[in-house]
């Protein structure tokens, strides 16, 4: 057999970020203003500093206002849910993201409570993800959708196939769980505590690995012909020379022999969840601003 497809998350989420720029114009012109995104950044998390930066050059390359809020890691809890109360309020805001992981001395469940249901583009709020289990219209976290939509792309319809997450944290195993359940697969939900993984993984047509744990599903656990999507994004020391690599959780190599396609890291999954983000925010800012948007047109 030969070599696995690798996926390319890169071109994927260029041509959503384009489809949501024009949206965005639309938007604008109906609306009289920019839809809004706000991010906030407690502390100084070298990673997530990154990632702010990033979504804030996008937003503003999509056509949106981008409002930052960088607060410093000794925040008290009672000021970071204030600040959201008032984006909750803000008519410039469409949605609010909160970057996590936050300090140890924040509780984040009650400060992703706190964000407006209309406003919660990164789809945690216990609303979101009520909707989203009972399948209601809602929005959807960005990394699944992000998975969900690569994987689409690749096979069609997914009606029927056996899908296998690695993972059920909220961010991605969870949510990507309801997303393939929504597209008919029969979903299979592993974690740190099953039985013979490496069987369990066998079985997929599908195997969403999203664990954070580098390289840790190895080519012989792929069937032939699955299609592999790897969340993982793990920094590992490279060579002597005391630099850093990004591997994902998939042997890359190893599972490109056996599978039919593949999300390399970096640029598979990665680029596509800042574009859902995007268009997250454009939809939002249609609900809010009682604007239609149009059916498939993101
Ligand atoms: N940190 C890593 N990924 C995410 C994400 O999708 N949303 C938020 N809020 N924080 C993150």
Redesign the pocket.
């Known amino acids: 057999m030969s070599e696995a497809a690798l996926i390319d998350g890169k071109a994927s989420a260029e041509r959503l970020r384009a489809r949501v720029a024009e949206v965005a114009a639309g938007f604008e012109s109906a609306a009289g203003r920019k839809a809004g995104l706000a991010v906030v950044l407690v502390g100084e998390d070298p990673a997530?500093q990154v990632?702010v930066r990033s979504k804030g050059k996008q937003t503003v390359a999509a056509g949106m206002a981008s409002f930052e809020h960088k607060l410093p890691a000794d925040t008290p809890e009672a000021e970071l849910l204030a600040l959201v109360a008032r984006l909750n309020a803000d008519p410039a805001v469409d949605g609010i993201?909160?970057?996590?992981?936050l300090p140890a001395h924040i509780d984040e469940t009650k400060v992703i409570a706190t964000i407006d249901p209309n406003k919660d583009v990164?789809g945690?709020t216990p609303v979101s993800s009520g909707r989203l289990a009972l399948g209601l219209p809602g929005l959807v976290?960005?990394?699944p959708l992000g998975c969900v939509m690569l994987l689409k792309e690749n096979r069609g319809d997914l009606t029927g196939l056996d899908a296998v997450v690695i993972g059920r944290s909220i961010?991605v195993g969870k949510p990507v769980v309801q997303l393939l359940l929504q597209e008919n697969c029969t979903v299979t939900v592993a974690h740190s505590r099953t039985r013979d993984l490496p069987a369990v993984v066998r079985r997929a047509d599908i195997v969403v690995a999203a664990v954070g744990r580098p390289e840790m599903v190895r080519g012989d656990w792929i069937k032939p012909g699955a299609t592999v999507i790897d969340v993982g994004i793990n920094r590992v020391p490279a060579a002597e020379d005391g630099r850093t690599r990004l591997v994902g959780d998939v042997a890359l190599a190893e599972a490109r022999a056996v599978a039919s396609a593949i999300t390399p890291v970096p640029g598979g999954v990665g680029p596509m969840?800042i574009a859902v983000?995007l268009r997250n925010t454009i939809v939002a800012a249609h609900r809010n601003a009682g604007i239609e948007l149009a059916d498939g047109a993101l």
């Open positions: 997530s990632y993201l909160v970057q996590l992981p990164d945690l976290p960005c990394t961010l969840t983000l």
